[in-house]
């Protein structure tokens, strides 16, 4: 985990998880808070029939990472479900490791919503996502 994570952020996400899709992705998270993330992706697995990496791929990225700042914004006892989520994908990338960085747009108390850039590991845009994610307490 990188630095730019507190140890606590680190062990929930170690006791949480990513889920069962991220992990056959192969998305890990380097940075975490309510107001920004950092994931990755490697290109390798995540690609589509003409060896480019599928857009959707980029769409789990950024919902994986979006909605874990969310579900942190959401506080104790809460959590984050996706409503809404739109992409525009730029560029391809065919290999190497994909990044996304979350920051939050809007953080409100029944709704959160992050802007996600997905970058090559030359830095081009890949995509520009945006996900709204409701916040309710737990049952």
Same mark, same amino acid.
Not at 5 to 26: F, N, T
Not at 77 to 93: D, F, L, P, Q, Y
């Given at each position: ?19 069962v899709l ?16 950092? +994931? ?16 959707? +791929? ?11 700042? +969310? ?12 409503i809404e ?7 391809? +990338?065919?290999?190497?490791i994909i ?41």
């Amino acid at each position: 985990m990188s630095s730019e994570m507190s140890p606590e952020i680190a062990e929930w996400i170690g006791k949480r998880g990513l889920g069962v899709l991220a992990d056959r992705m192969g998305i890990k998270i380097l940075a975490l808070d309510a107001t920004h993330g950092i +994931a990755t992706m490697p290109a390798d697995g995540n690609t589509q029939p003409l060896g480019i990496v599928h857009g959707g +791929a980029y769409v789990v990225l950024a919902e994986t990472l979006g909605s874990m700042c +969310a579900t942190l914004a959401a506080g104790p006892g809460r959590h984050a479900v996706g409503i809404e989520i739109n992409a525009s994908h730029t560029k391809s +990338a065919r290999e190497g490791i994909i990044k996304a960085t979350a920051k939050a747009v809007n953080i409100g108390r029944n709704l959160a919503t992050h802007e996600v850039a997905v970058e090559d590991d030359q830095g081009n845009r890949l995509s520009t996502i945006r996900i709204t994610n409701f916040l309710r307490d737990n049952r």
